[in-house]
Nanobody, 119 residues
Framework: VQLQASGGGLVQAGGSLRLSCAAS????????MAWYRQAPGNHRELVAR???????TYADSVKGRFTISRDNAENTMYLQMSTLEPGDTAVYYC??????????????WGEGTQVTVSS
């Protein structure tokens, strides 16, 4: 099972970006999915999480600016980021709890995608 994140880039403060994360492989189900981020010198932190039925949670720093969503039919998760600030600059990682063929449950990380917000 793999997670592929995409959509990062360079944007000016106040701008928007949309990240995507697609799960692939021998999947039976994808349960909780989440976005994390890590800025240089900082620990990796939770940005937003979404359950399989669409219940969402957000870090206080992104509430009202970021929206997490998912398409269960496509095993894909999104993060719509608006009103971006320089403090949002980080590598963004997707994460998911998956159940693969054979019944194995695992927690999977995708490779990060860089988001850079210029002032």
């Amino acid at each position: 099972v793999q997670l592929q994140a995409s959509g990062g880039g360079l944007v000016q403060a106040g701008g928007s970006l949309r990240l995507s994360c697609a799960a692939s492989g021998s999947l039976i189900s994808v349960n909780n999915m989440a976005w994390y981020r890590q800025a240089p010198g900082n620990h990796r932190e939770l940005v937003a999480r979404i359950t399989s039925v669409g219940v969402t949670t957000y870090a206080d720093s992104v509430k009202g600016r970021f929206t997490i969503s998912r398409d269960n039919a496509e095993n894909t998760m999104y993060l719509q980021m608006s009103t971006l600030e320089p403090g949002d600059t980080a590598v963004y990682y997707c994460n998911a709890d998956v159940r693969s063929s054979g019944g194995t449950r695992s927690n999977v990380w995708g490779e990060g995608t860089q988001v850079t917000v210029s002032s």
